[in-house]
T-cell receptor, first 110, second 113 residues
Framework: KAGVTQTPRYLIKTRGQQVTLSCSPI?????VSWYQQTPGQGLQFLFE???????NKGNFPGRFSGRQFSNSRSEMNVSTLELGDSALYLC?????????FGPGTRLTVT | GESVGLHLPTLSVQEGDNSIINCAYS??????FIWYKQESGKGPQFIID?????DKRQGQRVTVLLNKTVKHLSLQIAATQPGDSAVYFC????????????FGTGTRLTIIP
């Protein structure tokens, strides 16, 4: 079956702009989590959605938000982009077993 | 606060040898631990997991050891192959199914042909 897909794969934005990233989980998976990966901070948990509800949240400012749709697809939004938001944003989905990660969206803020 | 640390940032191993990657964690309430492998340009890939009620678990060519007394986790890879070259992360969470994972900083494993 198809894996976790993320779009777009690469994105360049300017400081102050906002961005929306999309994640399509593996078919049948209802849990979708988002992580930020940077060389300095490593992998950090952003939030998790399950059945359209945010079930868990990491320690990120309110500029980072997300949502999940009835088909389990998820989006995350970052408003008022800062240079430090440049990172690889990873989405992961889980069914009844292990968690599967997508390839990530590489966001560059200039 | 919670932290998960790795002892070595890089590790080079001869092809065919065994490799051991170590990880220390600080949260004594952690119940579920996972090892991930991340290759360049890809997302992390699940390797093996272990729950706190176990001290050893084996998979295909991999073994995870958990020492709760000293809060230490290790990943052993047997008979390393070139395809094992990647960055390896340990992660912990209070319980299975809790997706709020705390990741270690990662160890880059290089297999020398």
């Amino acid at each position: 079956k198809a894996g976790v897909t993320q779009t777009p794969r690469y994105l360049i934005k300017t400081r102050g702009q906002q961005v929306t990233l999309s994640c399509s989980p593996i078919s049948g998976h209802r849990s979708v989590s988002w992580y930020q990966q940077t060389p300095g901070q490593g992998l950090q948990f952003l939030f998790e959605y399950f059945s359209e509800t945010q079930r868990n949240k990491g320690n990120f400012p309110g500029r980072f938000s997300g949502r999940q749709f009835s088909n389990s697809r998820s989006e995350m939004n970052v408003s008022t982009l800062e240079l430090g938001d440049s990172a690889l944003y990873l989405c992961a989905s889980r069914g009844f077993d292990e968690q599967y990660f997508g390839p990530g969206t590489r966001l560059t803020v200039t | 606060g919670e932290s998960v640390g790795l002892h070595l940032p890089t590790l080079s191993v001869q092809e065919g040898d065994n490799s051991i990657i170590n990880c220390a964690y600080s949260n004594s309430a952690s119940d579920y631990f996972i090892w991930y492998k991340q290759e360049s340009g890809k997302g992390p890939q699940f390797i093996i997991d272990i729950r706190s009620n176990m001290d050893k678990r084996q998979g295909q060519r991999v073994t995870v050891l958990l020492n709760k007394t000293v809060k230490h986790l290790s990943l052993q890879i047997a008979a390393t192959q070139p395809g094992d070259s990647a960055v390896y992360f340990c992660a912990e969470t209070p319980r299975f199914g809790n997706e709020k994972l705390t990741f270690g900083t990662g160890t880059r494993l290089t297999i020398i042909p």
